[in-house]
């Protein structure tokens, strides 16, 4: 049987997987640490806490449905998940607070009572975003931007007429403020930009697509909470037969001539027709192919954006936040200059709070809450980050306090913190950058290493560091499109 080893049980290393058993390849999925998911993991703190680590805005759950229908099985049995009818709850230092309602009539209504923007201009804004978004996803989201065929296929004539439209010559922020006139409506949608670790001032404003997933479409929670996509990938995994091996780091990818032939650990080596590597592309071509011509211009392109993440056990339950919440500065262009240009963090940076107890109790105790408390930062370059966290922390609890009105810091009874040091250490992800490389200009998206090499066959690359980019539902596709590249061996096996 065709062999097929993973390196990394990331997102995207766990798809690939259930993708590559699919075709009929005997998998083996090698991971450094002592459990799968990567940057989608989970922990719990003392006093009865939970925490997803990493992700905790979930959209597009078809891609992960998808999986468990390519294998035969209904999706239902596996995971389940509700959309939300609460997007995020926004705070602004004005005291202006806006409720995102997941409903696009909803929104607009909230928008026009408390930003006075009439409900049309908001619905005109998210039909066009919408539009965009369909005669752009199927070439740019769905398949290899360096394969001949994407160009030969009947969807690019789709994708042309929308070029004029689609904002490539000017930023987001730039495109917002032109449709938008109250200042934190355009902060609203810049901050869609971070959603892949980007720079709304410099970003091209094709990334304003991003807001239909959450309006049009939807965003959602997996009940459990997000880890929850991990585990019960894993479990559809090995019902197909992949083997997960943990504390296997993987030394080497080993090549005969212009093939990938399998991966050296400590452990031993694994012989392979298919290596796909999930690791952070540029460890792995500087550390497991040291010897192999590296596509440089690729490797160093800007890195994504970071974070600071304080895990917080709150001792009482705020009935104003939901599921997630934004606390804004007041100065969003100064932000993202201390980020993209300063490499540090502002004084009055913008805060993210993510409280999963709201949908699953049991991770907090009882009158309690578990706040994950999120903060941009630039990926590692060396700063003082045991200084940044403490000037940091204090930030975000005055700016905090102040909002809800209490003393946050006496509320906190449990703490854990996670930086871009610690990111890269966890997962490998170069300079802890958490989407690979920032999408901060208009060739971003071709600058992004393929799915594949063609200086070594049989070698493929999955997850946020390359096509079609960082979060979950494009990490799923960067294995749809690897493994599509992939050759059948057999029909689906085990079905
Ligand atoms: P990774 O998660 O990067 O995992 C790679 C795996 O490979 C790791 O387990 C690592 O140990 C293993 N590995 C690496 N090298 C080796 C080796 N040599 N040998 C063996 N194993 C190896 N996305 C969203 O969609 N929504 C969000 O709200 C969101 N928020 C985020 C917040 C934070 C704090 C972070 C960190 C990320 C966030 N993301 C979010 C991004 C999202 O988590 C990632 O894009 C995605 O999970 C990355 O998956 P991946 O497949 O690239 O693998």
Redesign the pocket.
Known sequence: MAKAVV???????IAAAIRLAVKGYSVTV????AS?????TQFTLPGGYRFD???????LPQLVDDLFTLAGRNPKDYFRYQRLPIVTQYFWPDGTRLTAHSSAQAFAQEVETKLGIPQEQLHRHLEKVARLYHATAHTFLHKSLHKLDTYLSPDVLKTLPALPELGLTTTMHAANARAFSDPRLVQLLDRYAT?NGSDPYQAPGTLNLIPHLEFNIGAFYPEGGIFAIAQSLVRLGEELGVEFRYN????EIITEGSRATGVR?PQGTFAAEVVVS???VV?TYR??LPHQSAPERTLKQPRSSS?L?YYWGISRTFPELDLHNIFFSQNYQQEFEHIFQKETVAQDPTVYVNITSKYTPSDAPAGHENWFV?VNVPHNAGQDWDELITQTRQAVITKVSKALGVDLAQLITTEKV?DPRG?EA????FAGA??GSSSNNRMAAFLRHPNFTSKLKGLYF????VHPG??????LL?AKIASDLVPQVSAAVRI
């Open positions: 390196i990394g049980s990331g997102i995207g290393g090698l991971e450094a640490n799968f998911g990567g940057k989608m680590a990493g992700p905790s805005l979930f959209t959603y296997e780091l993987v030394q650990t999930n690791m952070d460890p550390k497991l974070a993440i999120m996670w990111i966890d997962t490998s992800s958490l989407y999955v997850g946020g560091s960082g979060g979950i539902p494009l990490c960067s």
